[in-house]
Antibody, heavy 118, light 106 residues
């Protein structure tokens, strides 16, 4: 079965960076996008960007450009999302989710809580 | 930037039909999906490619998408359907989510 397992919760200081991992199994890693979506406490879903593991190509939402870096390691079927220059407003649960561009996003990880606090 | 607009909340009685709308400019030109999210859980895909039910989703869930509006319909709503629902589509290959609708079954 398709599984996306994310790394554990993080607490960071303002100005620091955080890197979240998303280990996949149960499907061909290079055949699907990995999307990154976050959800601030009590708020809705916010798309951050995606990476296509086959090529390493990425795209991100304008509000995160310059601050988010998405990478992958095809040898261990794992995707990564690094967010820099953290501020308190970045406190959120970060999800990875498998998708097919322009078609669907079908499986989600369990989420990683990132808390930014001084 | 492109926006998808949903009603913040909707209340229905058990057994009634719930219709959640999602509005966006020329939304019908792209596929729409719907996600269900219960408190403390990850979103679950309910409807994809406008009308297709995801695996394991009951038949009472259906979707449509035309013009500027996509609609998620839940026929014979049950207490277990109480959750937040999000629509999702694409704009210039970027993913866009609606603001979410809190469905209350009472």
């Amino acid at each position: 079965q398709v599984q996306l397992v994310q790394s554990g919760a993080e607490v960071k200081r303002p100005g620091a960076s955080v890197k979240v991992s998303c280990k996949t199994s149960g499907y061909t890693f290079t055949s699907y996008d990995i999307n990154w979506v976050r959800q601030a406490p009590g708020q809705g879903l916010e798309w951050m960007g995606w990476i296509y593991p086959n090529s390493g190509n990425t795209d991100s939402a304008e509000e995160f450009q310059g601050r988010v870096t998405m990478t992958r390691d095809t040898s261990i079927n794992t995707a990564y999302m690094e967010l820099s220059s953290l501020r308190s407003e970045d406190t959120a649960v970060y999800f990875c989710a498998r998708g097919r561009e322009l078609l669907s996003i079908d499986h989600w990880g369990q989420g990683t809580l990132v808390t930014v606090s001084s | 930037s492109y926006e998808l607009t949903q009603p913040p909340s909707l209340s229905v009685s058990p057994g009634q039909t719930a219709s959640i709308t999602c509005s966006g400019d020329k939304l019908g030109n792209e596929y729409a999906s719907w996600f269900q999210q219960r408190p403390g859980q990850s979103p679950v895909l309910v409807i994809y490619e406008d009308t297709k039910r995801s695996s394991g989703i009951p038949e009472r869930f259906s979707g449509s998408n035309s013009g500027n509006t996509a609609t998620l319909t839940i026929s014979g709503t049950q207490a277990m359907d109480e959750a937040d629902y999000y629509c999702q589509s694409w704009d210039r290959r970027k993913v866009v989510f609606g603001g979410g609708t809190k469905l209350t079954v009472l």
